[in-house]
């Protein structure tokens, strides 16, 4: 045992050693993966690691699809996601490339006055671009591009594509306007459509319903629904599909965790007594008791800041609102529990205000107040010496204060005489808020904020009601290490267990949910119970990835285990998944063949004896309005339009049933001496949805090879 122990030290030494050596060893190793998986992912061809898709044999570059992506995303704002930006571009991509195809087939070209008219109708809501009298100045866009042209490539490359993308959308709309001036119902039509919707039927009928025959006993196989798939196809056709379920180890905190925090909290209670180095003295810091300065005690000790505002009941957590609504100036609540986090609350006043008040204002900006466009241009002094002028005028006179609105104010409500409507506390300002609500109604003054000088009337308030300041600290309950290692643990026992197990039963035997997700499409981003999750999406349509596999994800709060149960390539759709759709309609047919052979006797009423059924009457039936009973047939009526009054149909396989029809009377409209209306209608109707229907068939017919999946 002494010699393997020497042995052992004496690897452990040469490792010890070389160190330096095998650290630039395995990075070069981990390096030389990364490159391979860089260099391998999205080659599906010989153009995959540059193209995004081929639409019509016309290629989408990689990286001009993700400098889109980037850019459509920052427009988004804080809450666009990359699944959402991708989605535009991709939408407006192969919109692009399919309309230009036949713009070009058609010969259509964009001049620059119409690009011009085009650009103006876009910039028409931008101050950057209006003059005085509001219209869109030509010479101020040409200012524009000189300017960022100068000093922003970046926003000139922006401004480009922005005029790629009205010049266009002039081409498209040029084609579509092509396309509903050809959408011209003729007369004839008209006349058709007429009698379509006027001309009726009275009958006698029996119906022999689909429901005499009990479902159980009409047996449906998955061969026969396979037929009836492959014989209507154009119904049953699916992109790529996959289906998981997923186990979640959610990384929450134990009660250790939050009994730890509650300790934490209470301490905040406590005055602490410190040695002071430089006056040899015991100092006392104040708890959040004995604190003079809430504000900065909270931002401190708090994981959320101080917040300066009066509160009602209805804006407190509700579990506790009625104990803190009712507490008196210094009172100390908590800790208390809001969610997943802590309180501890203490009231720094009370009072009773109205919860709610009208206001209205003429607002006087100057240079560099916020949003203020550039046609604003007068200083700080010259707007408080106009809104000093504004105030002494409406004080004397109230009914002038909404004329003076709409000559002097710097934003919209000038359209409304100033009038701001109803407002809740904490929705303006500080200052403008504290005025409106500390001051009764049909008080007039003038307010400062950072928007400029506001001449204020306060307008009708509701009741006072009890209102609240308080000072709190939150604490978040968060796992601990050792919580969120026990997680981890967990999870990798999971993961190991589950390769040599059934998933489901080693769920059930773990008491874990077992959630299941089916049909995710290879573009789909959003997980039931997870968010947003490519990784996994994209494991599961990895061609390495087989049914029956399993895998751990990291996700936000936990771990997922996740196991592929599904797997289709685009196609067909099977017969389990065309089941729900296709059983029913064959089942129907068995059973209209089952009833057809039962059925003895020509006329109605032995028909009628036969099926135990009675003989019916329908009146005004029209081929616009195929009702029989509370039943839309449109089958039944076209046979019966081709049967002359007094003859009988065949027996005729319905909707709801086996049906025969007796005509009695055929109702014809009256002949009109023009039917242009009715043509004219057809158009109307018909022209508002062609650009979606000509842009949906160019889609159906393109040849599209989406690679997005590889990049996403």
Known sequence: MGDKFEHQMAILNSIRKRGIFLILIIALALFAFILSDVLTKGSSGPKGQDTIATINGEDISRQSFMEEVEATQRNMGPNGNTTQAMNMVWDRELRKVIMDEQIEKAGLTVEKAQIDDALKTQLASNPTFLNDSGQVDQGKIQEYIASIKASSPEMYKQWLKFEEDIANGVLQTTYYNMIKGGLRSTVAEGEQEYHFQNDNLNFQYLLVPYSKIADEDVKVSDEEIKKYVAAHPNDFQVEPQADIQYVFFAEKPSEADTEEAKTTIATLLKDKVEFN???????????????????????????????????????????????????????????????????????????????????????????????????????????????????????????????????????????????????????????????????????????????GFHVVEVGKQSGAKPAIKLATVVKNIEPSDKTTNQVFSDASKFE??????????????????????????????????????????????????KVGNTKRFSVPNGYVIAQLTRKNPKGLMTATDASAAVTPILRNEKKAKKIQESIKGAT??????????????????????????????????????????????????????????????FNPAPKMESYVNFANQMSTKEAPGAPTQVFNALKKKANIEDNRANFY
């Open 604 to 665: 109605l009423e032995e028909v009628a004896a036969s099926q135990n059924v009675v003989v019916q009457t329908a009146t005004g039936v029209s081929m616009a309005n195929p009702l029989i009973g509370a039943t839309s047939e449109p089958k039944v009526a076209g046979m019966a339009f081709g049967t002359k009054p007094g003859e009988t149909t065949p027996l005729i396989d319905g909707k709801n049933g086996v049906y025969k029809v007796k005509v009695t009377a």
């Open 496 to 545: 190991l267990a589950v390769k040599d197990a059934d998933f489901t039963e080693l769920a059930k035997a773990q008491n874990l949910e077992l959630k299941p997700v089916n049909k995710m499409g290879n573009m789909d981003s959003n997980i039931p119970g997870i968010g947003e999750n490519r990784t996994i999406v994209n494991w599961a349509f990895n061609e390495e990835t």
């Open 277 to 451: 180095q430089d006056t040899k003295a015991n100092d006392t810091i104040a708890g959040f008791r004995n604190t003079k300065n809430y504000e900065e005690y909270v931002n401190a000790n708090s994981d959320v800041p101080y917040y300066d505002r009066w509160m009602f009941k209805k804006d407190l957590p509700p579990t506790v609102a009625d104990t803190l609504i009712n507490l008196n100036k210094g009172d100390i609540y908590g800790p208390y529990s809001v969610e997943s986090a802590l309180y501890l609350s203490k009231v720094l006043d009370t009072k009773k205000m109205p919860d709610s008040a009208e206001s209205k204002h003429i607002l006087i900006r100057y240079v560099g107040t916020m949003r203020a466009p550039e046609t604003v241009t007068r200083t700080k002094e010259e707007a408080q010496k106009l809104a000093d002028s504004i105030l002494s005028v409406v004080k004397k006179d109230k009914s002038k204060f909404a004329e003076l609105a709409t000559k002097f104010s710097d934003d919209s409500s000038k359209d409304n005489g100033g009038d701001l409507g109803n407002s809740t506390p904490g929705r303006m300002v500080p200052p403008f808020d504290n005025f409106i609500f500390n001051n009764s109604t049909g008080t007039i003054g003038l307010v400062e904020t950072d928007f």
